[in-house]
């Protein structure tokens, strides 16, 4: 049986690298003279990509905890988060 504080420990660790990602992406700059040759849209999918990705690891981290700590209901073979 794994601990639920485990999971969300790994949770948060895999959302912080996916949010630290999606901002590479929206930060990323190329030169002036790549982004004419493919007409512009490399730069911009990549941006809305990024913003993409920053955007949903908070949604999932949140629906990770719910999970972690039973909201969604019991979970075979995780013990769920207990505040007493």
């Not at 493919?38 to 981290?61: K, T, Y």
Request: charged letters at 10%; aromatic letters at 10%; hydrophobic letters at 50%.
């Amino acid at each position: 049986m794994v601990s639920g504080w485990i999971m969300l420990g790994l949770g948060t660790l895999i959302c912080t690298g996916v949010f630290a990602n999606g901002l590479r992406f929206a930060r990323m700059r190329e030169s002036f003279s790549r982004t004419l040759a493919e007409g512009g849209r490399g730069q911009l999918s990549r941006r809305l990509a990024g913003h993409m990705l920053m955007v949903a690891a908070p949604l999932f981290w949140l629906l990770w905890a719910a999970m972690c700590f039973g909201l969604l209901g019991p979970i075979r073979n995780i013990q769920t988060i207990q505040l007493h």
